[in-house]
């Protein structure tokens, strides 16, 4: 092989192709900080869309408000400055009420608003200059409408009694919230390129783990939507009473909306209670083992909170956290298939999961003006999750390993490992040993099949003279002669349908 060919086949485009690469205009290289117009165009749209379509959907809640209750209308920015705030979980104080506990459903749409964008403006094969400006594009938006509402909030102070809880909370919400959104948007498309960004190498233990914790969530928040949906219907006839405050039609529309909006902070609650933690209505708490009485605010939300006192059976209900760890415990086991990192996974899964839920439960607690702190008891969530989650994971990895037949996904993976040991270990050659421009490493590795010709020989070491060799007929039963035969194979000899020549 020429020089020239070889030079050609390493700077071409693709392998097996004739192309070449042409070199880079010369001059100086783009820095980070350049864009081309169609990044800059989608960068905008990341920044700009997820904000401006939440804070159309926020002007045109607040007119629906004022108009239907008639309120003035001079108060409309402050009202939309506040409700802008309070979507990302920034508390305010209206009077000399504190309002800290928000609910979490404008909060988990504007989150998944801005994951969605950052998720579709996500290149192909990201650099970590592009992930940079791309987060930095979800945070844009969102930082600078959160500066100009804090701006008119501060401006109606002296009109309007409403304060919010200062610019570092305020950006310190934003700020986290739209981080997550732009981690989940980038994970969902380039999950490589974000693990590659880490200092470290992610085992594939953690990454079992982590799966199973985001399976274990789901399934536990799965069980606190059906213990809230059961426990609604069967305190139905509190139905009543929860809306004694309403007047008219727009008062029963109001309250069931904000009901809605407050229904993942109760689902969170009875979450919190399935795992044995209590959780606190100020000086009351309400829990699998006792009911303390306390003031509580009247919205039909909080129609599925029992009343005491505490019935003996409830202390079944912390079956279900144990069986949902379990559950996960018995997927690592048939999956991992007696891998040393399944107890790590199992390990992995129930931090996580509680991990996941001390976040939801701080985001779905607060201070709820007179009625005090609202949520879970954190401390006792914690351990409790984190020990039904871990004892029961065990148990049922265990369970999976004596018992259970590991998954397909398992055992094809096993025999993919066993035939790549036993089979592929003296058949593949290194494509490192051999250069390419050298025909000799090529000749060294092809095998030649000898002819189809039987030649019987007995090899004769004289060590006087030259090796000698006597050649006896096939088949023949006389000893051979110790003369010296001189024998050639001419090619007309052979079979006419053996073609091999001769040697």
Sequence with gaps: MSSRNALVRRTSGSPGTGETVTAPPPGPEPGWWTLSPERARTLLLVAARPTITALAATVLLVL??????????????????????AAHQVPLTVGRTTLGLLPLVPTAVLVWLAARECARAVPNRPTPVELGWLTGAVLAG?????????????????????ESSGPIAAFGWVLVLYLVAAAAGIGTRAWGSLCALLPIEIPEWAVLGARAARRTVLRMLGCAALATAISFFVHLSRLDGAFRQAHNFTDVLGMTLLSLLYLPNVVIGAAGILSGAAVLFGAGSVGLFGVTGGHMPVLP??????????????????????????????????TSDDRPGAPWATLTCAALSTLTFLVLAVLGSGQLGAVGWVGVDLL?????????????????????????????QAEDYDEYDHYEDDDYDDDYYDDDEYDDDDPADY???????????????ELVEDFDDDVEVSIAAPG????????IVDVEVVESDLPDEDKTPGR
């Design 64 to 85: 629906v408000v004022m108009l239907t209750t008639g309120t003035d209308l001079t108060s409309a920015p402050a009202a939309v400055a506040a409700t802008w705030l």
């Design 142 to 162: 969102p930082l600078l409408m959160t500066a100009v509402c804090l701006a008119v909030t501060g401006d109606a102070a002296g009109v309007t009694p409403l």
């Design 301 to 334: 939300a909080l129609i599925p909170v029992p009343e005491g006192p505490a019935a003996a059976w409830w202390a079944v209900l912390l079956l279900v956290p144990l069986a949902v760890g379990v559950l996960g415990g018995i997927e690592l086991g048939r």
């Design 380 to 408: 006792m969530l914690v351990v409790l999750m984190f020990t039904w989650f871990g004892f029961g994971g065990f148990v049922g990895m265990v369970f999976a390993r004596r018992f259970l037949a590991p998954t397909a």
């Design 443 to 457: 000749e060294d590795a092809v095998e030649y099949d000898d002819p189809a010709v039987e030649v019987d020989g």
């Design 476 to 483: 023949s039963t006389d000893e051979p002669a110790d003369d």
